[in-house]
């Protein structure tokens, strides 16, 4: 897939987060599967991109510090903080060309960014409440294998 799609579909799911609706069990099958394909880009698009930088143990540590942001975000701020989690993401991938020119702060700025969103994601996905878990993970996982699908056809 090209750096300018998946750039878009951070700015537009972190657009999507603020507006999401948790009322019907099919807005939640919506949530998770944009949440699973959101996992889907960070874990083999994102990430592995980052880390093959050079610099593996700082951004090791940058991906657990962003973790660690991203469940503050998730706490004291829901909506939008991670908006602004998936904006920025978002950004960066697009800035540094899917990480192709990407210095050493650009790479730790790209693996907290990464930890936090895929935190979140995971958080959509595996909510702490079992009466809609069904359809959020349902969805999570339609998402994850769309976006591994999507990642084989190039």
Known sequence: ??????????????????LKMKKSKYGLLQNGILAGFAVSFFCLYFLPAVFSK???????????????FGTAMEKRYPKW????????????????????????MIALLAALCGGSCLYL???VILPEDNKYGI??????????????WLGFLK
């Open 81 to 104: 903080g991670s908006c602004i989690c998936f904006v920025v993401a978002g950004v960066v991938w697009g800035y540094s060309q899917g990480m192709q020119r990407c210095g050493d």
């Open 135 to 148: 359809w959020l993970g349902l969805g999570g996982i339609l998402g994850f294998w769309f976006g591994v």
């Open 121 to 123: 994601s995971c958080a």
């Open 54 to 68: 050079g610099i593996f143990y700082v951004t090791a540590a940058g991906v657990l510090a962003g973790v660690a």
């Open 1 to 18: 897939m090209s750096v300018c799609f998946w750039t878009i579909f951070c700015l537009v799911y972190g657009l999507f987060l603020i």
